[in-house]
């Protein structure tokens, strides 16, 4: 069931970028490889940039400005993409969704949960969509794995050892949280796809290993509850040079049945066996879009026929407290609750917003627990 605005416009979506740089090129080119789409428009705050990126794909005919709601209304857009610094990504949303456009958001969806569940509300005050390109959700792949998952009975334990060494000069060496705050939102959000639960708790540690090139601390283990009882536990390092993995790291489910080994790259690996007790098969999986073209596609059908997508922002917003909590947990030693973390978030959202539209709608909830818990009942029927 629909709890946004969908259209029946024939023909391609227009489409208006928010965003030029290194991220923004490849939305560009996702953009320009979907033949459901056009890109009408691109805002940036520097016009040069803008200027070049579109110069650099050899895209035409593309209006370039610094105001999201003018190159809207001038190209007569259907939809936004979002593709700021997360810094911005609250301010440019609020303002597609207010000039009525659904809006398809790179993660985070914001820097704080408590801008999350404003967000959350704005898209309900404004009845616009906002989807949260979780873009790791789409891997054949991964799939595969959830079909796996699902067949394994109930599970107990889930893993994922992420460890790279990128040397990304600039401000993720300088950042602090850098591997929580900035990639482990993927595999946070990945364990609840795969399982459909969320969590209930969180205890972390993050260290700088001697040899770190990072200022603040690049590794980080942490272990989550869920509400089944299952337990997801995270390891991993930005600063782990030899035998590195996946960008989606080594996966490891573990359920009554049997147990299913994923690299975050090749159909995953399985021993266990079925719910008759014959031997557990890995299925063959459709060949559709992945990462951001995924993402893309699902935006594009939800306008289209109104099926709130995964990554629809009250779906989310679960993902982002993951990492919060996970941060507040390393920094102060204690195991953490998430209900804990999106309460104080909602306390802090009602005080800080300014639209009294929004504000109405997030009074209205008297708790983000059960307005979270019924908008994702909803999605999944």
């Not at 809207?72 to 990504?89: F, L, Q, S």
């Not at 967000?119 to 979780?134: D, F, H, K, T, V």
């Not at 334990?157 to 993720?172: L, N, S």
């Not at 600063?239 to 009554?256: F, K, M």
């Amino acid at each position: 069931m629909s709890t946004f605005a969908t259209t029946d416009t024939p023909g391609r979506l227009r489409l208006v970028q928010v965003g030029a740089g290194g991220m923004g090129k490849a939305w560009i080119e996702a953009i320009t490889a979907n033949p459901d789409v056009e890109l009408v428009g691109l805002v940036d705050l520097n016009t040069d940039t803008a200027h070049a990126a579109l110069a650099e794909k050899g895209l035409a005919g593309v209006l370039v400005g610094t105001s999201v709601s003018d190159v809207a209304a001038a190209t007569g857009a259907h939809a936004v993409v979002n593709v700021t610094v997360p810094v911005a990504h609250h301010p440019v949303n609020v303002e597609a969704m207010f000039a009525g456009l659904p809006v398809l958001c790179e993660k985070p969806a914001a820097p704080t949960v408590a801008e999350a569940l404003s967000l959350a509300a704005s898209a309900e005050a404004s009845g616009q969509l906002l989807m949260i390109s979780q873009s790791r959700r789409y891997f054949n792949s991964l799939t595969q794995l959830k079909a796996v998952t699902g067949e394994l009975g109930e599970i107990g334990v889930i893993t994922t050892e992420f460890f790279k060494a990128p040397h990304f000069g600039g401000f993720r060496e300088d950042m602090d949280h850098v591997l929580l705050v900035d990639m482990a939102i993927h595999p946070f959000d990945a364990v609840r796809h795969l399982t459909g639960q969320d969590p209930v708790s969180v205890y972390c540690e993050e260290f700088n290993p001697a040899w770190s090139w990072y200022k603040a601390d690049a590794a980080a283990t942490a272990i989550f509850e869920f509400s089944s009882g299952l337990r997801y536990v995270y390891s991993g390092s930005w600063c782990a040079d030899g035998q590195e993995t996946s960008w989606n790291g080594q996966w490891r489910v573990n359920g009554e049945r049997g147990t299913a080994r994923w690299d975050g790259e090749q159909a995953p690996v399985v021993d266990a066996v079925d719910a008759a007790g014959g031997k557990l098969g890995v299925p063959a999986v459709a060949a559709g879009p992945e990462q951001i073209a995924g993402s893309l596609a699902e935006f594009v059908s939800a306008i289209r026929t109104g099926k709130v997508p995964d990554g629809e922002i009250h779906a989310n917003v679960h993902s982002l407290a993951m990492v919060e909590a996970a941060v507040l947990s390393a920094e102060t030693g204690q195991r953490v609750r998430i209900d804990d973390v999106l309460t104080a978030a909602y306390e802090q959202a009602l005080v800080a917003e300014k639209n009294a539209e929004v504000k109405a709608v997030l009074a209205a909830w008297g708790s983000p627990l059960g307005r979270l818990a019924c908008r994702a009942e909803a999605i999944s029927r």
